[in-house]
């Protein structure tokens, strides 16, 4: 037996070496028929000897069986945005910020590099084999992609060489190039299906398949722009050299990337990618810019959604005149009326275009449009298309004014518009069919109670036929009213049914975020629940409060306090609370037993994993640190801590066990 392990080792190494000069490097050494016979030989090993099969094994690519649906992953750091430098003083003040933090106020040095217009995933190696993948998500929470991202045939199952570190979060961009892209609407053209709008939608839904052999027949690709070491002594001292280190281990990184020192550099860079831009096979948006010095990175730090040491500078919107054939108004969840220019089809960077926003009456004013006219339509990645301007001497001779509607296009109802706002809506809330059908999509999206398979068809059918009257009515729907709608059979009603059971155990900041409160978004809601905790505290609380909270100014505060003090929407939380939807109450922020106590773990944990504590004691107001120091004010103890314990002891610092620490976090409810 030891033979053949030997055997099967050695293939797999020679598979994934040639694995990485064939699609990471593009200088394949051998023949493809040379390479199918070391992979059939391989296959034909495994299935004689199913026990030496192993998930990094090359023959696993395709292996997954179909899931019911993606688990979640916290991600260990917050997976966070990036600030946009729009012009060149941005630039400027951005190195300005940077020289600062730098010895003698030199020229920093920064690592220019590619922004791919893709989705961004956070892998997981340990012991040097790919152990988990993650996508993005809301930057804290993102979903167990794992299995998927197997299948994608240059992110490495196994890392090359040995001095790999023994734990490694490796972060980048999944895409599709631009001529597979082409081949894929080419298809779903010819099938008579609709196409994806841009690669990188075309990405995140291969990403995002259910069943992995699915994902597989799409052509993703992947490329590294950072990564994190388990233990920080391991790092090497600047960004550059942590990207080579993870080129030597067969991790695919963009080859475009430049060290570079002052923005003027920085600037001359963007300027030469943006005339590779065209020649490229793969979409970007961009550029990034980051600190090359590991030590200043962590020494100029982060703001509360971005690090201050990184900084996107983004290529000018793709442009392109048509006309305006008609202008029809949407109706959105919150009432609000927009209206939308129906053109004559243009191709724009790669995709046609038929629609764009005019956002508002005031917009369409200011632009001077008319139905007939010529106009500059602009698209910026995968943000919807606005209309830029007119161009008068391409305009046709007769032509129509846009015009608001005087009730409602959907229900009839009336329209408001309040005096100083720009925005005109639709009275009827609940009772207008739009509005409702909007703030139920709203309410099983994704980033609120992510209710799986209950798409815009389904939402539609459920609210015309009055299945659904308010949205507490979701928890209400039984197997036969699901089973009898259009093309929904018996499985697709039991795997609705199960989502909705499943979205009953969610957070208190995405059930707050999915009420559809005005202008209250993801943050905003996780900053409301941070500083009330609970539903009673925030549905009672008075403009006044609600104006401590951080980024809630005049308009939100009245918002939320308008959306609590409607009748039916209090009934409606609490009809939802009453079927069954929970949470994990919040911690009030004016309640932090912990606050800025600096917490260092040690040794081996029996109750929690490192992060799940890290997470409550943070929770609690803490900052955990990785070492002990005079300013450390309590140090957590398992099994076998070590020489923090040791240091802890020698500065007389307060030392708690792990049986104590879970009485205390019990007391609290975290």
């Known amino acids: 037996m030891k033979g053949i392990e030997d055997q099967v080792m050695k293939l797999r190494e020679q598979i994934n070496y040639h694995n990485h000069k064939y699609h990471t490097l593009d200088s394949p050494e051998i023949k493809d028929s040379e390479f199918d016979t070391l992979f059939e030989e391989l296959k034909s090993l495994e299935a004689r000897n199913p026990e030496i099969i192993t998930t990094d094994s090359p023959t696993q690519r395709m292996g997954a069986v179909p899931l019911e649906s993606f688990s979640q992953i916290r991600h260990e750091r917050p997976m966070l945005s990036l600030d946009n430098a729009f012009t060149e003083k941005d630039l400027d003040d951005f190195e300005k910020r940077v020289r600062k933090n730098t010895p003698g106020n030199s020229s920093p040095t920064f690592v220019g590099e590619p922004k791919i217009d893709g989705v961004a995933v956070s892998l997981i190696y340990q012991d040097g084999r790919l152990s988990r993948a993650a996508t993005r998500g809301d930057g804290l929470v993102g979903e167990d992609v794992t299995k998927n991202v197997r299948t994608i045939d240059t992110v490495p199952l196994a890392l090359l060489g040995s001095d790999f570190p023994e734990s490694i979060e490796i972060r980048g961009e999944i895409y599709i190039p631009i001529p597979e892209f082409e081949n894929m609407n080419s298809v779903l053209r010819k099938s008579g299906k609709k196409e994806f709008a841009n690669p990188r939608n075309a990405a995140a839904g291969s990403l995002r398949q259910l069943d992995p052999s699915e994902t597989a027949k799409r052509p993703l690709k992947f490329f590294a722009y950072s990564a994190d070491y388990q233990h920080p002594n391991e790092m090497p001292s600047e960004h550059s050299e942590v990207l080579d280190d993870l080129d030597r281990w067969g991790v695919r990184t963009n080859p475009l990337r430049q060290i570079l020192t002052g923005s003027s550099t920085c600037l001359a860079y963007y300027e030469w990618l943006a005339l590779e831009r065209p020649k490229l096979n793969y979409e970007i948006d961009g550029v990034v810019f980051k600190v090359n010095l590991l030590s200043l990175q962590k020494k100029i730090g982060f703001v509360s959604r971005a690090p201050r040491w990184a900084i996107a500078k983004k290529f000018p919107a793709e442009e392109a005149v048509t006309y305006i054939q008609a202008v029809k108004f949407q109706v959105g969840r919150t009432g609000a009326l927009t209206p939308v220019a129906r053109l004559e089809p243009i191709k724009v960077g790669g995709v046609t275009i038929r629609n764009a926003s005019l956002h508002n009456m005031d ?297 104590d620490l879970k009485d205390f976090l019990e007391e609290y409810r975290v």
């Not at 009257?469 to 009213?481: C, E, G, M, N, P």
């Not at 499943?502 to 957070?507: A, D, I, L, R």
């Not at 905790?533 to 006044?544: D, F, M, Y």
């Not at 009245?558 to 919040?586: A, K, P, T, Y």
């Open 363 to 659: 917009e369409v004013r200011r632009l001077k449009v008319r139905i007939g006219d010529a106009v500059l339509v602009q698209r910026a990645g995968d943000v919807i298309p606005k209309v830029k301007k007119r161009i008068t001497k391409k305009s046709k001779p007769r032509t129509q004014e846009i015009e608001l509607p005087t009730e409602c296009p959907v229900c009839g109802g009336n329209i408001i518009r309040d005096s100083g706002l720009v925005v005109a809506r639709c009275g009827s809330g609940w009772n207008c069919l739009a509005q409702k059908k909007e703030r139920i999509k709203h309410f099983s999206s994704r980033l609120a109670m992510d209710i799986r398979g209950l798409g815009n068809k389904i939402i539609s059918q459920l609210v015309d036929e009055d299945h659904v009257v308010r949205i507490s009515d979701l928890y209400r729907l039984d197997h036969k009213t699901l089973s009898l709608l259009d093309r929904l059979g018996s499985k697709s009603a039991n795997n609705i049914l199960l989502a909705i059971e499943n979205s009953k155990t969610t957070t208190f900041p995405r059930f707050i975020y999915a009420l559809g409160i005005p202008d209250v978004g993801e943050s905003t809601a996780k900053e409301l629940c941070l500083f009330f905790g609970n539903i009673e505290n925030l549905a009672r609380a008075p403009e006044e409060l609600l104006l401590q909270v951080p980024d809630v100014g005049m308009v939100i505060a009245s918002n939320v306090r308008q959306f609590f003090d409607h009748q039916d929407n209090f009934d409606v939380v609490m009809e939802l609370i009453d079927l069954g939807v929970i949470w994990d109450e919040e911690i009030p922020i004016a309640f932090k037993p912990l606050e800025d106590q600096a917490i260092v773990i040690t040794g081996t944990l029996e109750n929690y994993s490192r992060s799940e504590l890290k997470e409550k004691l943070e929770l609690l107001g803490a900052k955990v640190s990785s070492s002990v120091s005079k300013r450390t004010s309590l140090v957590i103890a398992g099994k076998s801590p070590g020489s923090k314990l040791l240091k802890a002891r020698e500065l007389g610092i307060e030392i708690l066990s792990e049986i």
